[in-house]
């Protein structure tokens, strides 16, 4: 089992960056694919970004593809999401999630019932 932490969120303007942690507690990180959702006001949470395990491989949603990057430190049980060109509509609560690698041909998930562990969330919002 694996309790997840998020940090990082804040007010920023359109167009700036902003990093987000996600720590976990647990000897066992390193053996979790890790994710980001994000959930605005009203919506569904949806997905914004995997990475596999090994940390060698990463999966995002298109509407932040080229924006955000998922990274991973399997030796600080952290794993980040840097959001550079920050739109209004990134306006939500970001939450990280955990699960244990799938076998089969697509390693990736994007579904939110996918996922067993998640954080608390943390707030991102961006200003116009």
């Known amino acids: 089992q694996v309790q997840l932490v998020e940090s990082g969120g804040g007010l920023v303007q359109a167009g700036g960056s902003l990093r987000l942690s996600c720590a976990a507690s647990g000897r066992t990180f390193s053996s979790y694919d890790m994710a980001w959702f994000r959930q605005a006001p009203g919506k569904e949470r949806e997905f914004v970004a995997v990475i596999r395990w090994t940390g060698r491989s990463t999966y995002y949603a298109d509407s932040v593809k080229g924006r955000f990057t998922i990274s991973r430190d399997n030796a600080e049980n952290t794993v980040y999401l840097q959001m550079n060109s920050l739109k209004p509509e990134d306006t939500a609560v970001y939450y990280c999630?955990?699960?244990?690698?799938?076998?089969?041909?697509?390693?990736?998930?994007?579904?939110?019932?996918?996922?067993?562990?998640w954080g608390q969330g943390t707030q991102v919002t961006v200003s116009s």
């Open positions: 999630a955990a699960q244990y690698p799938r076998i089969g041909s697509t390693w990736y998930r994007t579904r939110a019932n996918e996922y067993d562990y």
